[in-house]
């Protein structure tokens, strides 16, 4: 219980000593950096497990802690249900098992996204006419004997949406693009650990925010400065029946935004 | 020593093989690009624009980074017209998934034929254009002329772009790269004269340039395309349709130009969703347009080429009316004009009027 800050955690783990110089240089570079919270879980770069944080992350905290106001600050959390039925329900603590919030059906299973504040929530599920939890998921015993699903809220997850959020607030300003995101760098290749999951999928490059696409722009030529860095990406789009995919083409020095339209 | 006869034989075979490799290209950059020179009598700055335009390639010409929109055969037409609107574009190459190539442009001339061929009344919805694809216009447009995609490489001289724009009678012209089949810009007569202006401060200006625009007679002055002003919006789509004039001077029945409608004013009905109602008046087209427009873009007799060309890049405008004192219609100075006689005509070829 009580897993509110992360930055602790950083303590239990050993060997800290390379990132910390590499994240104190990086102290030196950047201290008033737009990219301070382009970085989701800044651990995705080191194999020491997903809980720690180097030292030098510290002082980036600060800002984030202006973002984020103290409070529980409800998020969005997926809620999935696999286990079959016709209609699934959930309630909880978060809501004082007052109503059934009734899941979504999509493809083989239920979800559904609530909003819930940072800490620990029991809930269960209601499916069909019968109160059941999910076995695959954190079980507890409550205080009654029956036994709930339990999850926990944490901070840490919630900084993907700040930092995405700052992003398309700030995306007009393309002095720090050129930098690297913080974050320890390292000779180590990353090692997948099946254990360490992501509620969330890394945030979008900063970037990418910049495309000649989303420019409100009535004329077809543009000069943005950093095209070779979307090269490779494509960018989909559908509306109205209507399917339009775009990449970025180089031809020696010159580069072509195409849109192609589909019917679907 | 006697050469054996395979020996012969063997330079009349190869020079075959070059001929017809030639020819695959002869569509493509037709022209010799050494530059020509003036003979004994003549201006000397005569070849000054001939030898510029086929000094530099289209790769030159396209921008660093542009937008270009495509759409597939299967779409239908009047999300392609909106899509052009939303995007700010003019015009698209259109891909056929089946047979995997580029086949054509959608541009706004088509919405014209679109409109005009089959608008009714204000009261009923232009079926066709609600519902055909674009693959079912073309095949009902183009039933009676072989259509081919007109295109260029990107390493062909803009010499060859501006012969293929006006001998096509086009003013779109895919920029395609052989390798890959992409199109990688749409070279428009603009785009050229803007690559003329940023570059042409480079080399003196040619004296000829400051001829008046009366004596070198550059441009139409005879059986000048007009509408009234109390025409409809369908009269000067059918005046567009036929006498395939890029732009119409508005007059009053005194002959005064009042303002100018050119095609692009035409997908502006698209924008504002008025397509349906074609029977309003030129006047109340003009007043409804969205970008205000100060005044029509006009020149007089007596100014001189360099004046024109000034005015014409500046303002990114395809024409100039050509009016005397009291405003009244008595020419038009357009950008395939100039380009004919400034780049095409020195060199001895007429594409614009043959």
Redesign the interface.
């Known amino acids: 219980m009580g897993n509110t800050s992360d930055r602790m955690a950083g303590d239990r783990h050993g060997a800290k000593a390379h990132r910390s110089d590499s994240s104190g240089s990086h102290k030196d570079q950047e201290p008033s950096s737009k990219m301070v919270d382009s970085t989701d879980d800044p651990n995705i770069f080191n194999t020491h497990g997903p809980e720690s944080k180097a030292s030098g992350e510290k002082e980036f905290t600060p800002d984030l802690d202006d973002l984020v106001k103290t409070g529980p600050q409800a998020r969005p959390t997926v809620i999935r249900w696999g286990g079959g039925g016709r209609e699934v329900y959930i309630a909880g603590s978060f809501n004082n098992w007052s109503t059934k919030i009734p899941l979504n059906k999509s493809h083989n299973d239920f979800v559904a996204i609530l909003d819930l504040p940072e800490g620990e929530h029991q809930y269960k599920f209601f499916v069909d006419g019968q109160w059941v939890h999910d076995a695959s998921e954190p079980i507890v015993t409550s205080q009654l004997g029956t036994i709930n699903n339990l999850i926990q809220v944490k901070k840490s997850d919630f900084e993907v949406f700040d930092a995405l959020q700052v992003d398309s607030l700030d995306s007009s300003d393309t002095s720090d693009l050129s930098s690297s995101p913080p974050g320890p760098y390292g000779q180590e290749q990353y090692i997948f650990r099946p254990e360490e999951h992501f509620k969330a999928p890394p945030i979008l490059p900063p970037h990418l925010l910049q495309v000649?696409?989303n420019k409100d722009?009535?004329?077809?030529?543009?000069?943005?400065s950093l095209?070779h860095v979307y090269l490779c990406v494509v960018f989909l789009s559908l509306q109205?029946g209507?399917m339009v995919l775009s990449a970025t083409?180089r031809?020696?020095?010159?580069?072509?935004?195409?849109?192609?339209?589909?019917?679907i | 020593m006697m050469s054996s006869p395979i020996q012969t034989q063997t330079p009349t075979f190869t020079m075959i093989i070059v001929n017809s490799m030639v020819d695959i290209w002869a569509e493509c950059c037709a022209f010799a690009t050494h530059d020509l020179m003036p003979h004994a009598g003549t201006d000397p700055d005569t070849f000054i624009y001939t030898n510029f335009m086929k000094n530099h390639c289209c790769y030159d010409a396209i921008p660093t980074s542009s937008k270009l929109v495509i759409f597939d055969t299967t779409l239908q037409v009047k999300k392609a017209f909106f899509a052009l609107v939303a995007n700010g574009v003019r015009a698209a190459p259109l891909w056929d998934n089946k047979l995997k190539c580029f086949v054509g442009m959608l541009t706004i001339t088509d919405f014209i034929n679109i409109l005009h061929r089959y608008y009714k009344s204000p009261l009923v919805q232009i079926y066709e254009l609600e519902e055909h694809k674009i693959e079912t216009w073309r095949e009902i447009y183009l039933q009676y002329s072989i259509n081919r995609l007109i295109s260029i490489t990107p390493d062909c001289s803009l010499f060859d772009a501006i012969y293929s724009l006006l001998k096509n009678k086009i003013h779109r012209l895919p920029v395609i790269d052989p390798v890959s089949g992409n199109v990688l810009h749409i070279l428009t007569h603009k785009r050229i004269l803007k690559f003329l202006h940023i570059f042409g401060s480079m080399f003196p200006k040619p004296r000829f340039l400051q001829k008046r625009i009366n004596e070198v007679a550059i441009g139409t002055f005879r059986q000048i395309a007009t509408v009234q002003e109390s025409a409809s919006v369908y009269d000067a789509l059918t005046i567009f349709v036929e006498r395939r004039v890029s732009a119409l001077p508005v007059v009053n029945e005194q002959g005064k130009v009042m303002a100018l409608y050119s095609r692009f004013d035409v997908i502006n009905l698209a924008a504002q969703k008025n397509y349906n109602n074609l029977n309003m008046t030129m006047r109340e087209a003009i007043a409804s347009r969205a970008c205000c427009v100060e005044g029509v873009l006009k020149c007089y007799p007596h100014e001189t080429l360099e004046t024109i060309i000034d005015r014409i890049a500046k303002a990114e405008v395809h024409r100039l009316v050509l009016v005397d004192s009291n405003d009244v219609v008595r020419g038009i100075v357009s950008l395939s004009d100039l380009l004919q006689a400034l780049v095409l005509s020195p060199a001895g070829i007429d594409a614009l009027y043959s």
């Open positions: 000649i696409l722009t009535n004329i077809s030529v543009s000069f943005c095209f109205d209507v083409h031809y020696k020095k010159k580069y072509v935004t195409s849109l192609l339209y589909k019917p």
